[in-house]
């Protein structure tokens, strides 16, 4: 299997780059943002504790996360390989993951990195919210919070997999197709292996 952890803050392009390479090796794109907003549209329980954090820009707890995201893998038990995008955020998320990737015989290929000035990310994220609606990308004080969370607490969930040989950076800045490229040429000397 090649499952990749694509990293990076909100707003770095995780989604847009996450749909082409789920095209390209045939991955299984699971986004704990659109499976906490899931949730959170069909009324779970987890949905409604989620919102209750999402909502002021800070982490959705571990246990809360984890759980929705075991039930995602149990749904794609015959997938080729996973693509996580925005799993892990914390190193005990990332001891989950690598729990739960090792119950499938199978453990996290590489994690790559998104590399975005904050300023860009500040942008993006405003045009974002325009675009899809959603409330909490139109706010610039939940923004800032959930930037400066990624950095304080997020970020450091890289050396998990640096320390294994793991991590990967990819400058996130400039058109579609060439960071697309970028992806693909450190995917693809991990995919031959």
Not at 10 to 34: E, F, I, M, N, W
Not at 66 to 84: C, D, Q, R, S, Y
Not at 149 to 174: D, R
Request: proline share 4%.
């Amino acid at each position: 299997m090649l499952n990749l952890v694509l990293f990076g803050p909100p707003g770095a392009g995780k989604g847009t780059q996450s749909q082409k390479l789920v095209d390209k090796y045939q991955l299984v794109h699971l986004s704990t943002g659109d499976i906490f907003r899931d949730n959170i549209k069909g009324g779970t329980e987890l949905g409604t504790l989620a919102r209750s954090y999402m909502d002021k820009g800070e982490l959705v707890p571990d246990e809360v996360t984890i759980k929705m995201l075991e039930a995602e893998v149990a749904k794609n038990e015959n997938a080729v390989g996973f693509i996580f995008d925005g799993f892990p955020r914390t190193i005990p998320q990332a001891e989950a993951l690598d729990r739960l990737m090792t119950k499938l015989n199978t453990s996290i290929t590489l994690m790559i990195e998104l590399i975005v000035p904050e300023e860009e990310l500040t942008k993006r994220l405003i045009l974002r919210g325009k675009d899809s609606g959603r409330p909490d990308d139109s706010n610039p004080d939940v923004n800032g919070n959930r930037i400066a969370v990624y950095h304080k607490q997020t970020a450091v969930a890289a050396n998990h997999y640096n320390s294994q040989g793991k991590y990967h950076k990819v400058e996130g800045v400039g058109d579609i197709e060439t960071i697309f490229h970028s992806l693909c040429k450190v995917m693809d000397g991990y995919a031959m292996v």
